[in-house]
């Protein structure tokens, strides 16, 4: 989402719970990261953004990311948490957000994404890894600690 949001023009921020990816999302096209686990910084930033594209799988609080959007600003979430959400009503309403979600595009769109991909060279970063790592990789991924996909490289298993 970097990278494309970089790639439109666009002035990207990554939210993430500290500082830590801070230097990789800057090389991506990131203006800076946002840290939401500092509550000073969230509130610096609150009303600030026009739109969120939210990765997160995991269990987090939506609505302090909805506290981030401008008015008529827009969340739209690919993460797929475990348990739906909770959003606070009254905050969308107020500030006349716009909820969304999406999977995956059609074959067309797809096709779109790839050719902007090849044009502007967007590649993914991924951290390839032997089977025999994987339960490490889940334990790592429960810390926080990874900073790009895992990605399992099956011919050397």
Known sequence: AVKFGAAFGCEVYVI???????????????????????????????????AIIDTV????????LLTLLAPAGKYVMVGLPPDAPKLNNSLIIMKCLTVAGS??????????????????????DVEVIDMDYV??????????DVKFRFVIDINKS
């Open 16 to 50: 993430s719970r500290s500082k830590a990816k801070e230097p990789e999302a800057v090389k991506m096209g990131a203006k800076a990261v946002i840290p939401s686990g500092d509550e000073g910084a969230m509130k610096a930033a609150a009303g600030t953004l026009d």
């Open 135 to 144: 339960n490490t990789a889940m334990d790592r991924m429960e810390k926080g």
């Open 103 to 124: 999977l995956t595009g059609n074959h067309d769109m797809t096709q779109d994404m790839l050719e902007f991909c090849g044009k502007h060279n967007i590649t993914s």
């Open 57 to 64: 799988s995991a269990a987090h609080d939506i609505n302090a």
